[in-house]
């Protein structure tokens, strides 16, 4: 029962999860739990993993290589440390050689860029989980360097985001060396990361966050608010970090900074306009600490903010009411609307619609729609989202002739059974196996007789997917003809390869962002690897009939991924120069 619980679970969270881009933009800071093996199960796991690792050098991509090496690095830390550094060091080796390789001249190197600093962060992001120094060194071997023309700017900027981050998590061990990662970054200036920096070493050390905060409460002195939004919004955002954790003499100072840049400005121009309204946007929180720590200065800024106010625009002017008028009623809201006209008023009716429909008044919401929005577009938009939150109700209470009257409105076979196989999920979790299952069935009846093409295909394996812990014999009946019909679609995909877009790139599989196929496949990754923890032996057996080797070898991967630790989750296709490369962690 401990199980079944368990994977009805798992299933709940999968049916929320959907293919897209999931890019690591930030540095990981846990490493996925999950329920441990058992010991003839992780057995047989590493053992394909080692299996894999064996054929990583018929990879013909570079960046199929990477990743796969550092995919295994990762599952390997716990079990063998030192094969795992050494495939971390063999991942990053050949990351700076493709760096290296750069083509700035190419007129698409922001793309080749960009894969390459999504390969480098997920490098570093497995890394960081268990040696953040390490990752640091990995970090800055790899440093890419931006082009001359600015297209690639963006490197510059992000590359002391990424320090910060995984100084946060060397804190943990080393808070000195934190403080002196941390001091090397202020001269660029105060920013998010090191606001977020100084709250975790606070945490582990406050002796040595106070040292960092006065520093940085300096800087903030030396700093051009005046002319720099950015600089300004991120010294505004340090009055978060508040006494008793701040130093109170030293947070009156910075209060007192802020205010002086604050009155010194007069927006007579875009530039000292666009600063003034971001300084009042931030006065409407900090007022309270701006009225406990410097009284005095409070009516100076009440009487700047009303000036600054002038300054607005209908539309800011607009959304500054109308967020006041939020906490409001209905009538409320409806009394701005004779304040402007055309599509600001438009937009402050549909607020007012939201707002009845919220509070339980779905009739009234209704009706103000049919009164005040002509526009039918935005009329059925506003309906179609009243219907989904309504749906969304629906599924969380399990009404199921409700959810089954709302699905009936959608015309995506995909959203439908997305969201019969989310009800069925709920069911399960209450403890009715049987009406969920009956629920799963007639969502098999609805997708099978869906026209053939991607959409048939992924709400077939999602639905493969709602049925393994309910009834695994129906999903392996699923996917077993599934991967004879991958098998044909790759193959006739390379055999077009180029006629109309790119399916192959040094040999080897790749799709074009967004592919149907590609995400097709990304899906059944994603089903295979639930279907590991069920039988192990079945899932390896339906993923050895793969035919595409590099595919074969990423199904492999994430079933060895899932069985020893790594949450399941989906999969989307990643960068790779012009293409797409399916071999993800």
Known sequence: MTRWLALVALLLLLLVVLPGSASAQNVAVAVPVAEKPEPAIEKKAVDLLQNISEQIGSLHS???RVRAESA?????????????????????????????????????????????????????NRMAQYDPEAALSLLRATRMQPSGDGRTKWIADSEMSMELQLAGLIARQNPARTLELARAALPRGVSYPLISLLTNLQQKDPKLAESLYKEMVAQ??????????????????????????????????????????ALSITPDNQSSINIAQNIYNQLQSAMPQIEKYAPARATALRQWSQNAERTFDPGIRMYQELNRAQNGTVDDILALAPRYSGELQSQIYQQAAWKAFSSGDAVRARQILNDFISDPIQRRQMLASFDSQSMEAAISETRIDDVRRLVGRLKSIEQRIQIMSRLAGNLAAKGDKKAALNLLNEARTVADSAPPGPGQMSAQLLLARSF???????????????????????????????FDTRYLSEGEWVATRYSNLGNVVSNLNLTLALLARLDFDRARSLADQIQRPELRLTAQLEIARTTLGGEARSF????SGRGIVMIRE
């Open 468 to 498: 393994a812990a309910l009834d695994p014999d129906q999903t392996f009946g699923i996917v077993q003809p599934f991967i004879a019909r991958i098998n044909e679609l790759t193959a006739a995909a390379a055999v077009i390869d180029g």
């Open 62 to 64: 570079p960046a199929n």
């Open 220 to 261: 903030v002195k030396d700093e051009d608010l005046d002319h720099n939004y950015e600089l300004a919004e991120a010294a505004w955002n340090l009055l978060n970090f508040q006494p008793p954790q701040a130093n109170e003499d030293v947070y009156r100072e910075l209060i007192g900074t802020l205010i002086n840049a």
């Open 72 to 124: 295994i690095a990762g599952l390997l830390w716990t079990r063998d440390e030192k094969r795992s550094r050494a495939l971390f060091k063999s991942a990053a080796d050949d990351l700076a050689e493709m760096i290296a390789n750069i083509d700035y001249s190419d007129p698409e190197i922001y793309q080749q860029v960009s894969s390459l600093n999504q390969l480098r962060q997920e490098i570093v």
């Open 572 to 575: 989307s296709p990643t960068l």
